[in-house]
């Protein structure tokens, strides 16, 4: 009886927590670490700019149901702290880019809730697999959103110096989440799961770049 009360709280809390990412707004445990001056953007360049921030933004609701989903199906205490230590750090991702949209005059996904649920059956569904196959999802996520972001630096206007700083700090945040989850024992995902993961980011990017 304690296990299933303890479940049923862990549950109430993925929820509320779900609800205050999809339709709150979080609050930043860290500084925003877009320290530059504002830069006068083209409305050519702020568009741009805004929609690969949108898209980012997208996969800070994505990380938070992930992580949300795969904590309350561990079987693991420690890897649940570790889990949600994690996701403490992407809320901070989550504000940041909302923050930015903000200034770019842009607004988030009109599907995140669609985004969120998805997320979450993901990592639900790893979540039952056992905690080593949760943890490997997790490094493979990780890593195919660190080269998602190293795209973005790339491909954001050179003038926009505040959303490369956030940018730049989320992946190097995100390189680190993947080494926590390695060093805790997680271990490779087996073909074809990583290119399936691959194909469902590009199609979330794709719709969220307009939607």
């Known amino acids: 009886m304690p296990r299933s009360h303890d479940f049923k709280d862990r549950l109430l809390s993925a929820v509320g927590h779900g609800l205050l990412t999809v339709w709150g707004r979080p609050a930043a445990g860290r500084a925003n670490p877009a320290h530059s001056a504002p830069a006068a953007l083209t409305d050519t360049e702020r568009a741009h700019a805004g929609a690969l921030m949108r898209v980012n933004h997208v996969g800070e609701v994505c990380a938070q149901a992930l992580y949300q989903s795969q904590a309350l199906l561990s079987r693991d205490e420690g890897l649940r702290k570790q889990l949600h230590q994690a996701a403490a750090e992407e809320i901070d991702h ?6 930015r949209l903000d200034e770019l005059q842009d607004r988030p ?3 995140n809730p669609l985004w969120y649920g998805g997320a979450f059956a993901l990592g639900g569904l790893a979540g039952l697999l056992g905690d080593k196959v949760s943890l490997g999802f997790l490094i493979e996520t990780e890593r195919q959103v660190e080269q998602h972001l190293a795209s973005h630096l790339d491909r954001l206007p050179a003038e926009d110096r505040r959303s490369w ?5 989320m992946k190097q945040d995100e390189a ?11 271990r490779s995902l087996p073909a074809p799961i990583p290119d399936l993961m691959r194909l469902a980011a590009r199609v979330m990017t794709t719709v969220a770049h307009r939607l």
């Open 94 to 99: 989550l504000a940041w880019t909302r923050e």
């Open 109 to 111: 996904s009109l599907l």
């Open 165 to 169: 700083e956030i940018v730049d700090q």
């Open 176 to 186: 680190a989440h993947a080494q926590h989850a390695l060093d805790a024992g997680g």
